[in-house]
């Protein structure tokens, strides 16, 4: 798979369910970070974890972070229908001058009935 | 909350054409860059901007793109001739200097629609 690589590419569940995304990356990295995008708006910074950080909560957003397995997952509890978006994860590659763009998955398309 | 905003929202312009997408990033930020999203494709890097000139740069951004921070607020991205292929969601963003482990802040985008 490519760097940043999301999966399941979209996923439908009911309200009041949590939501599990998936992500995988090539190369050692800074960070990695997670955002949301809104059908034909912007991207939304959601959480950032570091590589030597295994795990980070954000009100109802939990990230895991294995960089054994170059691997991180978003999990979204108690979701509600104004979580559908799609979700990003994006890394930071490791670099001397911490300049590094940001590289992008290609999404999960959540949609949350309600 | 201080954002990037990005005008315009939405630019049609014909093949050949130059266009402009104006960004103003949030104010004390030193970190700029411009990405583009093709229709259904991922977001890609197109060039990253600091201490006045361009620090990094992806294959995407050829002689035809060119970025410029005119003055103190404004991050700008030319595109010299489109092409029809050119035709994406263009998003800039900003990042704080700090340490290497900030997130960037994008704003809404400019659709560019070449036609």
């Known amino acids: 798979s490519q760097q940043g690589e999301e999966d399941p590419q979209a996923l439908s569940i009911q309200e009041g369910e949590n939501a599990t995304m998936n992500c995988s990356y090539k190369?050692?990295?800074?960070?990695l970070q997670w955002y949301r995008q809104n059908s034909g708006r912007g991207l939304v910074h959601l959480i950032l974890?570091?590589?030597?950080?295994r795990e980070k909560h954000s009100g109802r957003l939990r990230v895991t972070l294995d960089t054994s397995k170059k691997s991180s997952s978003l999990l979204i509890t108690a979701s509600r229908a104004a979580d559908t978006a799609s979700y990003f994860c994006?890394?930071?590659?490791?670099?001397?001058?911490?300049?590094?763009?940001?590289?992008f998955g290609s999404g999960t398309r959540l949609q949350v009935q309600p | 909350e201080p954002e990037v905003t990005q005008t315009p929202s939405h630019q049609v312009t014909q093949m050949g054409q130059e266009v402009i997408l104006r960004c103003v990033p949030i104010?004390?930020?030193?970190?700029f860059y411009w990405y583009r999203q093709i229709l259904g494709q991922k977001v890609e890097f197109l060039v990253s901007?600091?201490?006045?000139?361009?620090?990094?740069k992806s294959e995407i951004f050829d002689d035809q793109f060119s970025v410029e921070r005119p003055d103190g607020s404004n991050f700008t991205l030319k595109i010299r001739s489109t092409k029809l292929e050119d035709s994406a969601m263009y998003f800039c963003?900003?990042?704080?200097?700090?340490?290497?482990?900030?997130?960037?802040?994008f704003g809404d985008g400019t659709r560019l629609s070449i036609l």
């Open positions: 901007f600091y201490n006045n000139e361009i620090s990094e």
């Open positions: 974890i570091r590589s030597n950080e």
């Open positions: 963003a900003s990042r704080g200097i700090m340490v290497s482990n900030q997130p960037q802040h």
């Open positions: 104010s004390n930020h030193l970190y």
């Open positions: 190369t050692s990295i800074n960070n």
């Open positions: 994006a890394t930071a590659e490791r670099s001397d001058t911490g300049r590094r763009a940001l590289t």
